[in-house]
């Protein structure tokens, strides 16, 4: 089955500088790559995501980039602020036959942004 | 709109007892889930199901039971508790989307402690 590796597990910055986590996949038929936030006592909340056909996507102060042939894909957060403070999955997921899809989960990595 | 609701969010259950883990949406998402995370492992899937009266195993299955009769219930069941089982339970829905590129909605979790 599908392996998803993550690091770094705990990550630590200074408000504004940028963070990077990085995530390598095993199965070349995953297709989708989400990405989590998790704040304290919630559950994990879609940040962003990309497809295997596109390799860079940005949103505002977040961007993902997927590498399909070293299977690799990252988390690019710039001008970090306190409130990205929070533990962010990376997953892979692999379409199901009759709908929906299986996602595979990283191990987090505990992001804190100080001041 | 309540989205994923999972209840109940906190349970203590003592070796061997059983329970159920209720999960319920209300976004009509034909795909739900049950996953359990743990310190350092990120989330596992547990069960999975793409549609009423269809269920499947997921990657950590052993002592859990599954079934779904309607799209917007899927209850977990523990049928004799280990502590083994500690851990935090999460459910999610989706709907199956194209080609399966679909965000996935979590509840709040499920905070279960067994002695």
């Known amino acids: 089955g599908e392996n998803v590796e993550q690091h770094p597990s705990t990550l630590s910055v200074q408000e504004g500088d940028s963070a990077v986590i990085k995530c390598t996949y095993s199965d070349s038929a995953s297709n989708y790559f989400p990405w989590y936030k998790q704040e304290l006592g919630k559950g994990p909340q879609l940040i962003i995501d990309?497809?295997?056909?596109?390799g860079e996507k940005k949103d505002q102060r977040i961007a993902v980039t997927l590498n399909k042939t070293a299977k690799h894909f990252s988390l690019h957060i710039t001008e970090t602020q306190p409130e990205d403070s929070a533990v962010y999955f990376c997953a892979a997921s692999i379409r199901l036959t009759g709908g929906g899809n299986k996602l595979t989960f990283g191990t987090g990595t505990q992001l804190k942004v100080e001041l | 709109n309540a989205g994923v609701t999972q209840t109940p969010k906190f349970q203590v259950l003592k070796t061997g007892q059983s329970m159920t883990l209720q999960c319920a949406q209300d976004?009509?998402?034909?795909?739900m889930s049950w996953y359990r995370q743990d310190p350092g492992m990120g989330l596992r899937l547990i069960h999975y199901s793409v549609g009423a009266g269809i269920t499947d195993q997921g990657e950590v299955p052993n002592g859990y039971n599954v079934s779904r009769s309607t799209t917007e219930d899927f209850p977990l069941r523990l049928l004799s508790a280990a502590p083994s089982q500690t851990s935090v339970y999460f459910c999610?829905?989706?709907?199956?989307?194209?080609?399966?590129?679909?965000?996935?909605?979590f509840g709040q979790g499920t905070r279960l402690t067994v002695v």
């Open positions: 999610a829905s989706s709907l199956p989307g194209t080609g399966g590129f679909t965000e996935a909605f």
């Open positions: 976004m009509n998402h034909e795909y």
């Open positions: 990309i497809r295997s056909n596109v």
